[in-house]
Every structure is written in structure tokens, then in C-alpha cells.
């Protein structure tokens, strides 16, 4: 089975731009989970999609957004971007009971200059 | 709400010698426990899991992971060390009927195994 995907990998970008990530689950997994990890602050919880709808959410302001697609591929969106939101960001895909484990991708690097 | 303490930020060891990097959690109820670890430039890698049943749980790569309920802890360990295992590692938790996938990540552990 492949693994999560995360495309692109690297992204640079100025502030005020917005951006586009996208994370591919395992085959045949419903839920994707997208985190965000920096040195300051850790793995933080963005949010969480499953069959399309967004089933849970952390404590991050409404400039980051997402959605997930009949196919379960999932985008995670930020706009106005600022630097504090230099980060690596992962995306989990999680199969289902009893053992809900969750397959972290690559990560997508983001830096805001 | 949940939370969990890793309450060192390195871990030093001799290559051979057995290592402990340790976790403790807070949880509502019973706990699935996750250990994770982070090579450079690359995403989350499972290491092993505890749901229920017997408190010493094995996983990849040789490490295993012991969880005491009276302590609220799950300490990752191994009995020899590889320079290969240096890493940043995580502990992670959720509640067990939690109905979500969140996990609540510690704050990483770096292993650093010397030859």
C-alpha cells in the first residue's frame, strides 16, 4: 500500500499570499488529519476531515481553512499569510476501529518570508 | 482535556546502552497511547501503540513501551541502543472512546545515541 502523500514538499511565499496544501491518505482511509509543527510551539492540531466534512477542530484563527474531497484527498488552505505560520505542516491519515492509527506523511514545508 | 509531559527535551546515551525516554499523560477515561519518532526533513514514523491489555507493549525497531496506569505514564525504552535511533520522538494520547482522531502530542524527546 502507498503511503500519505503531501505535495509540494517546499513552499516559499511573501506575506499576505495564500496557500494550497494537499495530502493524499493511505487507499481506502476516510480520515485526515492535518497538524501543524513548529520548534516553538510543537505538533499542534489544525484540523481533522472524514467522508468530507470537517469532524473537529484546534484552536487556529479562521485564515486556516481545508476541505476534503469525495476521493478522500484533503487540502488544507491558509490565507494571509504571516511568518509566525513558518512551519512544517503534516497531514494523518487514520484507518479505522479497533486500532485508529494514524500514517503521518512527509510534511510540507512552508516558510513565510 | 488531554495533555502529555515529556519532561526531557535530550536524552544522551552510549551506543549498546539501554535507553528510556519518558512520558507521562493526562486523560478523561482510558487512554490509547502513541509513540512516534522523526528522522530530519521527514513526517511521523509509528513506533508502536497501547490500547488495552498487557502493560508492556513491543513495537518496530526494538523498542517497546511500558504503561502504568497508578503512574499515568508510558515510557519508551530499548535495551541496546543504536546510533541509528537518534531522533526526535514524540508521545502522543487520545481518548479511548473519543469518537475523534486527535492526538495530543508531548513535546518531543531528542535521543541522541553515541557510537
Known amino acids: 500500500k502507498a503511503g500519505v502523500t503531501q505535495t509540494p514538499r517546499y513552499l516559499i511565499k511573501t506575506r499576505g499570499q495564500q496557500v494550497t496544501l494537499s495530502c493524499s491518505p493511505i487507499?481506502?482511509?476516510?480520515?485526515v488529519s492535518w497538524y501543524q509543527q513548529t520548534p516553538g510551539q510543537g505538533l499542534q492540531f489544525l484540523f481533522e476531515?472524514?467522508?468530507?466534512?470537517?469532524?473537529n477542530k484546534g484552536n487556529f484563527p479562521g485564515r486556516f481553512s481545508g476541505r476534503q474531497f469525495s476521493n478522500s484527498r484533503s487540502e488544507m488552505n491558509v490565507s494571509t499569510l504571516e511568518l509566525g505560520d513558518s512551519a512544517l505542516y503534516l497531514c494523518?491519515?487514520?484507518?479505522?476501529?479497533?486500532?485508529?492509527?494514524?500514517?503521518f506523511g512527509p510534511g510540507t514545508r512552508l516558510t513565510v518570508t | 482535556a488531554q495533555s502529555v509531559a515529556q519532561p526531557e527535551d535530550q536524552v544522551n546515551v552510549a551506543e549498546g546502552n539501554p535507553l528510556t525516554v519518558k512520558c507521562t499523560y493526562s486523560?478523561?477515561?482510558?487512554?490509547?497511547l502513541f509513540w512516534y519518532v522523526q528522522y530530519p526533513n521527514r513526517g511521523l514514523q509509528f513506533l508502536l501503540k497501547?490500547?488495552?491489555?498487557?502493560?508492556l507493549v513491543k513495537g518496530s525497531y526494538g523498542f517497546e513501551a511500558e504503561f502504568n496506569k497508578s503512574q499515568t505514564s508510558f515510557h519508551l525504552k530499548k535495551p541496546s541502543a543504536l546510533v541509528s535511533d537518534s531522533a526526535l520522538y514524540f508521545c502522543?494520547?487520545?481518548?479511548?472512546?473519543?469518537?475523534?482522531?486527535?492526538?495530543?502530542f508531548g513535546k518531543g524527546t531528542m535521543l541522541l545515541v553515541s557510537p
Open positions: 494523518a491519515s487514520m484507518g479505522g476501529a479497533p486500532t485508529y492509527e494514524q500514517y
Open positions: 487507499s481506502g482511509h476516510r480520515s
Open positions: 476531515y472524514f467522508s468530507e466534512t470537517q469532524r
Open positions: 486523560v478523561s477515561g482510558n487512554p490509547y
Open positions: 497501547y490500547i488495552t491489555g498487557d502493560n
Open positions: 502522543a494520547v487520545r481518548p479511548l472512546n473519543s469518537g475523534y482522531s486527535t492526538l495530543t
